[in-house]
């Protein structure tokens, strides 16, 4: 693909220009703040584009197989708050996996569209294809499906199935996938399927996760000619800052440049390195790496069980980053989350697999495990809107000083970012339990220094 928008630019730079013009750094910091600028002449405008962001849209687009593409430089989060805002009005209904990403809950908010909740089993897994479709023919008046494919520990489901017997209850239904985590299935017959090989409507990819874009990167797809394109541009407009940088949008040229000349050779090393650090550590360790799906596999991701081991996952993660220098995605009482992208070298998987020998062999005895720690969503009592919860006022309480009473804000561990509760839910003691639990292990949204927001009830 040719990288016209980044040809233009370092044109731009080779004539020393003297830049009357915004950004007021005037490129005069170092080196990576020459590229950075705003609309000129040559470069064309994101929100209006008729140039060379066009052009680059359009390829793709192409490439991507897509009715229309849009470059997203607020990350996956405006992607998903747009799709929501045009594909529901008030109080419409979308079905909506609860340990769905904390933005699809922000687009709720907005629209004040009505959730059809499903509670995962196992929140680092998902929801399977019967519960989707059992959940749908229990209520005939849904507007739209969200769906999280792949999950972010790469669980996946048969996507081609569960958008076909969507649109075989109702064609009308707008599916929206959240594949933020995926956007390299489209590179690989060796993955998963993209949801863009699927019946699906919109579809939002993350050029950052495991491409090779700067964070902040992500592209919205539209999939079907149900999608009113000028319609969706109104909301994406909304939600896209007026000053979108142009350091981002290279970034998705040249991601999608690299992506589509060396993604498949790429990804069929990873894979490779996966089968085979797979087999070292299961035979070398008292660890594994956990497959929640066997038959649809993504190999970027390694899920390093510590179940058979005297670890929990916090205590491995923190061995690894401050004896081995090696920095992990996510831990959690039973796992360490490895993300690998197309720039991971076989020199990474070599170090964690040499530290996973060396940890197995040392510290074997010397960490007790703590119990379990796993969250399972129950019902909530949901006693106000979303939007009518955040016109009351709001007062701090302890978290132990909480209970019975109705949160005001959303608490979300993070990463990976899903709400155990929302506002207008009742604070019951398996929240607080929870809470207690790992706050001191992961940062969690919406809890400051042991105190949470409530409403002020008369």
């Not at 506002?423 to 019951?428: A, K, L, R, T």
Request: charged share 25%.
């Amino acid at each position: 693909m040719k990288k016209e928008l980044n040809e233009r630019i370092r044109t731009y730079i080779h004539k020393n220009p003297v830049r009357l013009h915004m950004p007021g750094h005037k490129g005069r910091i170092n080196d990576f703040y020459l590229k950075d600028l705003t609309e000129l002449s040559f470069n064309d405008n994101l929100l209006s584009p008729n140039d060379v962001i066009l052009n680059l849209q359009n390829k793709i687009s192409d490439i991507f197989n897509t009715k229309y593409s849009f470059i997203l430089v607020n990350g996956s989060t405006g992607g998903i708050i747009s799709s929501i805002l045009y594909s529901l009005k008030e109080n419409d209904k979308i079905l909506i996996p609860r340990n769905s990403h904390i933005s699809s809950y922000y687009g709720l908010y907005l629209s004040d569209a009505n959730p059809i909740y499903i509670y995962p089993k196992n929140n680092d897994i998902g929801i399977s294809e019967e519960e989707y479709i059992s959940a749908l023919n229990k209520n005939k008046d849904i507007k739209a499906v969200f769906i999280t494919y792949p999950s972010y520990f790469g669980y996946s489901i048969d996507i081609k199935s569960l958008c076909r017997r969507i649109k075989e209850i109702n064609r009308e239904i707008i599916i929206i996938v959240d594949e933020a985590h995926g956007a390299h299935f489209s590179f690989s017959k060796e993955y998963p399927a993209s949801a863009l090989t699927a019946q699906s409507d919109i579809v939002i990819t993350s050029m950052h996760k495991t491409l090779s874009g700067l964070t902040q990167t992500s592209l919205l797809h539209i999939n079907s000619d149900i999608i009113d394109i000028q319609r969706l541009k109104l909301f994406f407009k909304m939600t896209t800052s007026t000053s979108p940088s142009f350091l981002f949008l290279q970034s998705v040229e040249e991601a999608v440049s690299f992506a589509e000349e060396k993604g498949e050779s790429i990804l069929s090393q990873i894979k490779e390195w996966y089968t085979g650090a797979k087999k070292e550590i299961e035979e070398n360790t008292n660890f594994y790496l956990e497959e929640f799906n066997s038959d649809i596999h993504d190999y970027t991701k390694l899920c390093i069980g510590v179940d058979n081991t005297g670890f929990d996952g916090y205590s491995l993660s923190e061995i690894l980053e401050n004896n081995y220098d090696i920095f992990t995605e996510c831990s959690t009482e039973k796992y360490v989350l490895v993300y690998l992208g197309l720039l991971s070298k076989k020199s990474d998987i070599d170090s964690l697999i040499s530290a996973l020998k060396d940890i197995n062999k040392k510290y074997k005895t010397n960490v007790s495990k703590k119990r379990d720690i796993i969250f399972k969503h129950s019902e909530p009592i949901i006693k106000y809107s979303m939007r009518k919860t955040l016109s009351f006022e709001k007062k701090r309480v302890e978290i132990d000083d909480s209970l019975g009473s109705v949160s005001y804000d959303f608490i979300v561990p993070y990463p990976p970012g899903y709400p155990i509760l929302t506002p207008g839910e009742i604070i019951n003691k398996e929240i607080i339990d929870y809470i207690k639990e790992i706050k001191d292990k992961q940062t969690i949204l919406g809890i400051e220094n042991e105190f949470i927001n409530v409403i002020k009830e008369k």
